[in-house]
C-alpha cells in the first residue's frame, strides 16, 4: 500500500513537475517572443521619427547656411527612415535586430501614410534645393515643406500610439495568464515555488526592458520637440516657431485691427569673424547676441534665429502705425548700440554691428510671409546704405527689389544668349605716349536697355552667383583678343582684367587661368589680373598664397582702386601684388588739393620703394 502510495505520489510528483516545466517553458518562450518582436517594433517606430527629424534640422541648416552640413547626409536620414518603416511592414533585419512585420490593419494603414508623407517630404526638399531662390522664408514651397513634416510628425506619433496599446493589451494579457498559472504552481511546494520565483524575476526583467524603452522613446519625443521648434545653439525659437508666432500675430492685429512690427537683424560680417576665429567661438556670439537682443525687448515680444547670423523680431499688439514705427525704431536703436558693444569671448574683444529691417502690418504687408520677406528687403537696404544702422521698409525699396529680380532674370538669359561684350580702354606710358596694355571693361549688350556698364548689373551678379561665370567669359574673350592681334601682327601688351572675390576664393583658380592662357597660345606676362583691396583680404591667407603663385609664374596682380579701402603697409609687404592702380578721386583733385597732392605723392614713392608700377584711373576724363 505504501509502495503504491509512493509509486502514485512519485507519479503525481513527474506529472507535476512535468505541468510545471510545461507552463514554466511556456511563460519564457511567450515572454521571450514579446520582448524580441517588440522591442525591435518600438525602436523602429522612434527611428523613422529621429532620422527625419534630423533630414528636416539638418536641410533647413543648409538652406540658411548656418551649417557644413552634406546634402547626401538629408537623403542618407530619409532613406533610413522609410527603411524602418517598410521593416514595420515587411519586416527586416539589420545590427539592431529583426524586425517583425505588424498584424493590425489599423497599424500598417498608418505607416503607409507615413511613408507617403516622407515621399511628399523628400520631393519637396529636392525641389526647394534644386531652386534656392524660390524656398526663402516665407515662400509658398517653404510653408507646404513645414507643412508636410508636421503631417508627417502627427503620423509617425499615431503609430507610436498605437504600437504602445497594442503592447500594453498583450502584456495585461501576459500578466494575466502569469497570474493565473502562478496560483496553481504555488500549491505544487517549495519546488514549483522556487520554479515560478526565477520565472517571476525572468518576467520583471522582461517589463523593465519594456518600461526602460518606453521611457527612452518619451525622452526622444521631448528632445525632438524641443529640435522641432527651437535653435540648439542660442536656445531662441527657431525658424518654424518664429512662422507659427508670427501668423499668430497678423491674424490677431488683422481682428483687432491694430499693428504689427517685424525686425531683421543680420549681424554684419559675422561670417569673416566665424571664419577667423572658428565655429566654437562663431556659436559662443551667437548665444551672446541672442541673449542681449533679449535684454532689449518685452517678456511677451517673440525674439528668433532663424538661420545663420540672421535673427527676428516680432513686436506685436501696436495701436496704429505711427506708434508702431516708434515702437520698432526705438527697439532697432537700441539693439544697433547693444550689438555694437564689444563681445568678450575668452578674453577675446570682438567688435560687430547689424544691419535690421523693418517691416510694419498692414501697410507694408497684409500676410505674414510677406511681411517677413519685406524686412529682409529693408535689412539688406541698411546693409547696403550704412552697416551697422536700421532700415525701414518702403515701395522704393519694393520696387527697386522687383527692378533687381528682373535684372536676374535678365542675367541667366543674358549668359545663355552671350550679350555679354568685351571693351579695351588702353593704358598709356606717360614718358613717351605709347600704348603699353589695355584694360578690359565687360560690358551687357541689354536686348531692351542698349548697352549697360557694370555698375548697372554687378552687385546683382554677385548676389545670385552669376559673377563667376561672366568672370569665366571676360577671361575667355580677353585671351581669344590676344591671339587674334598677335596673328595679326600687334603688339598687345598686357591685358588688364579685374576679377571678383568669388572667383578668386575657388580652389582651382590657378589651373582655370592656366588652361585659359594655353588654349590660346597667351603668355602669362601678357596677363594682368585685378583685385579691390576689399576683395584681397576677404580670405586673406588663400589670397596670398594665390597671388605668389601668380606672380611665380610670371602674372601681374593689380590692386585696384588703391586708397579707397582699407590701405595698409602690412599687407602691401604680405602679398605680392606688382602693380598699384591709384583710384580716380584722386587723379580728378589733383590739381584743386595740396592735401591730394601730398597723398599722390605719398602713393608714387611708396610704389617705387617696393618696386611696383603705377597706374592712375581716370586721366582720360575731363
Given at each position: 500500500?505504501?509502495t503504491?502510495?509512493?509509486?502514485h505520489?512519485?507519479?503525481?510528483?513527474?506529472?507535476?513537475?512535468?505541468?510545471?516545466l510545461?507552463?514554466?517553458?511556456?511563460?519564457v518562450?511567450?515572454?521571450?517572443?514579446?520582448?524580441s518582436?517588440?522591442?525591435?517594433?518600438?525602436?523602429?517606430?522612434?527611428?523613422?521619427?529621429?532620422?527625419?527629424?534630423?533630414?528636416?534640422?539638418w536641410?533647413?541648416?543648409?538652406?540658411?547656411?548656418?551649417?557644413?552640413?552634406?546634402i547626401?547626409?538629408v537623403?542618407?536620414y530619409?532613406?533610413?527612415?522609410d527603411?524602418?518603416a517598410?521593416?514595420?511592414?515587411?519586416?527586416?533585419?539589420?545590427?539592431?535586430?529583426?524586425?517583425v512585420?505588424?498584424?493590425?490593419?489599423?497599424?500598417r494603414?498608418?505607416?503607409?501614410?507615413?511613408?507617403?508623407?516622407?515621399?511628399k517630404?523628400?520631393?519637396?526638399?529636392?525641389?526647394?534645393f534644386?531652386?534656392?531662390?524660390?524656398s526663402?522664408?516665407?515662400?509658398?514651397?517653404?510653408?507646404?515643406f513645414?507643412?508636410i513634416?508636421?503631417g508627417?510628425?502627427d503620423?509617425?506619433d499615431?503609430?507610436?500610439?498605437?504600437?504602445?496599446?497594442?503592447?500594453?493589451?498583450?502584456?495585461?494579457?501576459?500578466?494575466?495568464?502569469?497570474?493565473?498559472?502562478?496560483?496553481?504552481?504555488?500549491?505544487?511546494?517549495?519546488?514549483?515555488?522556487?520554479?515560478l520565483?526565477?520565472?517571476?524575476?525572468?518576467?520583471?526583467?522582461?517589463?523593465?526592458?519594456?518600461?526602460?524603452?518606453?521611457?527612452?522613446?518619451?525622452?526622444?519625443?521631448?528632445?525632438?520637440?524641443?529640435l522641432?521648434?527651437?535653435?540648439?545653439?542660442?536656445?531662441?525659437?527657431n525658424?518654424?516657431?518664429?512662422?507659427?508666432?508670427?501668423?499668430?500675430?497678423?491674424?490677431?492685429?488683422?481682428?483687432?485691427?491694430?499693428?504689427?512690427?517685424?525686425?531683421?537683424?543680420?549681424?554684419d560680417?559675422?561670417?569673416?569673424?566665424?571664419?577667423?576665429?572658428?565655429?566654437?567661438?562663431?556659436?559662443?556670439?551667437?548665444?551672446l547676441?541672442?541673449?542681449?537682443?533679449?535684454?532689449?525687448?518685452r517678456?511677451?515680444?517673440t525674439?528668433?534665429?532663424?538661420?545663420g547670423?540672421?535673427?527676428?523680431?516680432?513686436?506685436?499688439?501696436?495701436?496704429?502705425?505711427?506708434?508702431?514705427?516708434?515702437?520698432a525704431?526705438?527697439?532697432?536703436?537700441?539693439?544697433?548700440l547693444e550689438?555694437?558693444?564689444?563681445?568678450?569671448?575668452?578674453?577675446?574683444?570682438?567688435?560687430?554691428?547689424?544691419?535690421?529691417?523693418?517691416a510694419?502690418?498692414?501697410?507694408?504687408?497684409?500676410?505674414?510671409?510677406?511681411?517677413l520677406?519685406?524686412?529682409?528687403?529693408?535689412?539688406?537696404?541698411?546693409?547696403?546704405?550704412?552697416?551697422g544702422?536700421?532700415?525701414?521698409?518702403?515701395?522704393?525699396?519694393?520696387?527697386?527689389?522687383?527692378?533687381?529680380?528682373?535684372?536676374?532674370?535678365?542675367?541667366?538669359?543674358?549668359?545663355?544668349?552671350?550679350?555679354?561684350?568685351?571693351?579695351?580702354?588702353?593704358?598709356?606710358?606717360?614718358?613717351?605716349?605709347?600704348?603699353?596694355?589695355?584694360e578690359?571693361?565687360?560690358?551687357?549688350?541689354?536686348?531692351?536697355?542698349?548697352?549697360?556698364?557694370?555698375?548697372?548689373?554687378?552687385?546683382?551678379?554677385?548676389?545670385?552667383?552669376?559673377?563667376?561665370?561672366?568672370?569665366?567669359?571676360?577671361?575667355?574673350?580677353?585671351?581669344?583678343?590676344?591671339?587674334?592681334?598677335?596673328?595679326?601682327?600687334?603688339?598687345?601688351?598686357?591685358?588688364?582684367?579685374?576679377?571678383?572675390?568669388?572667383?578668386?576664393s575657388?580652389k582651382d583658380?590657378?589651373?582655370?587661368?592656366?588652361?585659359?592662357?594655353?588654349?590660346?597660345?597667351?603668355?602669362?606676362?601678357?596677363?594682368?589680373?585685378?583685385?579691390t583691396?576689399?576683395?584681397?583680404?576677404?580670405?586673406?591667407?588663400?589670397?596670398?598664397?594665390?597671388?605668389?603663385?601668380?606672380?611665380?609664374i610670371?602674372?601681374?596682380?593689380?590692386?585696384?582702386?588703391?586708397?579707397?579701402?582699407?590701405?595698409?603697409?602690412?599687407?602691401?609687404?604680405?602679398?605680392?601684388?606688382?602693380?598699384?592702380?591709384?583710384?580716380?578721386?584722386?587723379?580728378?583733385d589733383?590739381?584743386?588739393?595740396?592735401?591730394?597732392?601730398?597723398?599722390?605723392?605719398?602713393?608714387?614713392?611708396?610704389?617705387?620703394?617696393?618696386?611696383?608700377e603705377?597706374?592712375?584711373e581716370?586721366?582720360?576724363?575731363?
Amino acid at each position: 500500500m505504501r509502495t503504491r502510495r509512493i509509486g502514485h505520489l512519485s507519479a503525481s510528483f513527474i506529472i507535476v513537475i512535468s505541468i510545471s516545466l510545461g507552463i514554466v517553458g511556456y511563460l519564457v518562450m511567450t515572454g521571450e517572443q514579446m520582448v524580441s518582436r517588440h522591442t525591435p517594433q518600438i525602436d523602429a517606430a522612434m527611428e523613422i521619427k529621429v532620422n527625419a527629424t534630423l533630414a528636416h534640422l539638418w536641410f533647413e541648416e543648409i538652406i540658411s547656411g548656418d551649417r557644413y552640413e552634406q546634402i547626401d547626409d538629408v537623403w542618407s536620414y530619409l532613406d533610413e527612415s522609410d527603411w524602418y518603416a517598410r521593416a514595420l511592414l515587411e519586416g527586416g533585419k539589420n545590427d539592431e535586430g529583426t524586425f517583425v512585420p505588424l498584424n493590425s490593419i489599423n497599424m500598417r494603414r498608418q505607416i503607409e501614410s507615413v511613408r507617403v508623407s516622407l515621399s511628399k517630404f523628400r520631393t519637396i526638399a529636392e525641389q526647394r534645393f534644386s531652386n534656392y531662390e524660390a524656398s526663402l522664408p516665407g515662400s509658398g514651397i517653404d510653408q507646404e515643406f513645414d507643412r508636410i513634416f508636421a503631417g508627417f510628425i502627427d503620423q509617425a506619433d499615431q503609430v507610436e500610439t498605437l504600437l504602445q496599446e497594442s503592447i500594453a493589451l498583450e502584456l495585461s494579457k501576459f500578466k494575466q495568464t502569469a497570474v493565473f498559472l502562478t496560483t496553481i504552481l504555488a500549491a505544487t511546494g517549495v519546488v514549483l515555488a522556487i520554479i515560478l520565483y526565477r520565472l517571476e524575476m525572468q518576467r520583471e526583467q522582461h517589463l523593465h526592458k519594456i518600461e526602460q524603452t518606453s521611457k527612452k522613446i518619451e525622452a526622444q519625443n521631448t528632445k525632438l520637440d524641443y529640435l522641432a521648434y527651437f535653435d540648439t545653439v542660442s536656445g531662441l525659437p527657431n525658424r518654424s516657431l518664429f512662422t507659427d508666432r508670427l501668423d499668430q500675430a497678423v491674424g490677431h492685429a488683422r481682428r483687432k485691427s491694430n499693428c504689427v512690427a517685424v525686425l531683421f537683424i543680420d549681424l554684419d560680417r559675422f561670417k569673416n569673424v566665424n571664419d577667423r576665429l572658428g565655429h566654437a567661438r562663431g556659436d559662443e556670439i551667437l548665444k551672446l547676441t541672442a541673449k542681449r537682443l533679449k535684454q532689449c525687448l518685452r517678456s511677451d515680444d517673440t525674439v528668433a534665429r532663424i538661420g545663420g547670423d540672421e535673427f527676428t523680431v516680432i513686436l506685436a499688439d501696436l495701436d496704429d502705425h505711427k506708434k508702431a514705427a516708434t515702437a520698432a525704431g526705438s527697439v532697432a536703436e537700441h539693439i544697433s548700440l547693444e550689438l555694437a558693444k564689444p563681445f568678450d569671448i575668452g578674453g577675446l574683444k570682438v567688435d560687430l554691428s547689424a544691419s535690421i529691417g523693418i517691416a510694419i502690418y498692414p501697410i507694408d504687408a497684409s500676410e505674414a510671409d510677406a511681411l517677413l520677406i519685406n524686412s529682409d528687403h529693408a535689412m539688406y537696404e541698411a546693409k547696403q546704405n550704412n552697416r551697422g544702422s536700421f532700415c525701414f521698409f518702403s515701395r522704393e525699396i519694393e520696387n527697386r527689389v522687383t527692378q533687381e529680380l528682373q535684372i536676374g532674370h535678365d542675367l541667366h538669359n543674358a549668359i545663355k544668349e552671350n550679350q555679354f561684350t568685351v571693351h579695351y580702354q588702353p593704358q598709356y606710358e606717360l614718358q613717351n605716349d605709347s600704348i603699353v596694355g589695355f584694360e578690359a571693361l565687360v560690358r551687357w549688350e541689354h536686348p531692351k536697355q542698349g548697352l549697360l556698364a557694370p555698375v548697372s548689373f554687378m552687385r546683382v551678379a554677385e548676389d545670385t552667383g552669376l559673377i563667376e561665370e561672366i568672370d569665366l567669359y571676360v577671361l575667355n574673350s580677353i585671351c581669344r583678343q590676344q591671339q587674334e592681334w598677335k596673328q595679326q601682327g600687334l603688339p598687345a601688351g598686357k591685358i588688364a582684367v579685374n576679377f571678383s572675390a568669388a572667383l578668386f576664393s575657388r580652389k582651382d583658380i590657378t589651373n582655370i587661368i592656366a588652361s585659359h592662357l594655353a588654349e590660346y597660345c597667351v603668355s602669362n606676362h601678357e596677363l594682368e589680373i585685378e583685385i579691390t583691396e576689399s576683395a584681397m583680404l576677404k580670405e586673406m591667407n588663400h589670397t596670398q598664397q594665390l597671388f605668389e603663385k601668380l606672380t611665380n609664374i610670371g602674372i601681374s596682380i593689380a590692386i585696384d582702386d588703391f586708397g579707397t579701402g582699407y590701405s595698409s603697409m602690412s599687407y602691401l609687404q604680405n602679398f605680392s601684388a606688382t602693380v598699384l592702380k591709384i583710384d580716380r578721386s584722386f587723379v580728378h583733385d589733383i590739381d584743386k588739393s595740396r592735401s591730394t597732392q601730398a597723398i599722390m605723392l605719398s602713393m608714387l614713392e611708396l610704389a617705387r620703394n617696393l618696386n611696383m608700377e603705377v597706374v592712375a584711373e581716370g586721366v582720360e576724363t575731363p
